[in-house]
């Protein structure tokens, strides 16, 4: 039996927010208390979307014995927070999409794994963000992405059946969650995917290059 699609999940950061350049520039920071170089541009692109770690992982090559990657972690977090949107930008097409989903009664949501007090404070900065009917975060539940937990609370927040939606995201994590959550995933090509990735290998239902093919998927029955 065919479905309709009723709502759209999206992961936040190299989906709906390029938030590279102030992610990079707290790793950086980091990175050079430490005399190590900065990160680059390549190792951004990869890197990214995993956060914290991922970004002074790779900085660092392999983070020392005698540093604590935690600990590293929370001084990333104070310089991110610091300067949380001084060159973050929504992705070209997303407010478009946004408005043109809302205009076909179609819900969408933020599941990210991004810790709440940081979303919450990047959020207003773009007010399309803000009619989201659900934002769920990495530390809502006890459990995150790649566990289908967070992507299942979320389509409940909205009153939707999570196999009536789908889960827009731009790492490999985001579309075992899907899956997992029993939920259609697709690839968000737009985003922070390095060389090194193989985004037709995460059994994703598709890969899409631009916020606007989603309209297409929600348009059609998906089996």
Same mark, same amino acid.
């Given at each position: ?11 936040? *950061? ?10 990079? *520039?707290?790793?950086? $920071? ?5 005399? =190590? ?5 390549? =190792? ?25 990657? &935690?600990?590293? $972690? ?83 927040? &909205? ?15 985001? &579309? ?48």
């Amino acid at each position: 039996m065919a479905m309709k699609i009723k709502a759209v999940l999206f992961d936040l *950061d190299g989906t709906l927010l390029d938030t590279a350049p102030d992610m990079a *520039d707290a790793a950086n $920071r980091v990175l050079a208390d430490y005399d =190590q170089p900065p990160l680059t541009q390549q =190792q951004i692109q990869a890197n990214t979307s995993m956060g914290a770690k991922g970004l002074l992982t790779a900085g660092f090559g392999n983070i020392p014995a005698h540093l604590d990657i &935690m600990a590293l $972690r929370e001084e990333f977090l104070r310089y991110y927070e610091d300067k949380i949107c001084v060159n973050t930008s929504l992705y070209q097409g997303v407010t478009a999409l946004l408005a043109q989903l809302e205009e076909k009664g179609i819900h969408w949501g933020i599941m990210t794994n991004k810790p709440g007090f940081l979303t919450d404070m990047l959020l207003p900065f773009f007010p399309e963000l803000l009619r989201a009917k659900t934002v769920v975060c990495g530390d809502t539940l006890a459990v995150a992405k790649p566990h289908p937990e967070p992507l299942l609370h979320a389509s409940q927040q &909205m009153g939707v059946d999570h196999r009536d939606c789908i889960y827009i995201g731009d790492i490999e994590k985001d &579309m075992i969650a899907a899956k997992a959550a029993n939920m259609a995933g697709y690839v968000a090509g737009w985003g922070y995917i390095g060389d090194e990735h193989t985004p037709s290998d995460w059994h994703a239902q598709g890969v899409l290059s631009h916020p606007s093919e989603i309209l297409a998927v929600v348009g059609s029955e998906q089996p």
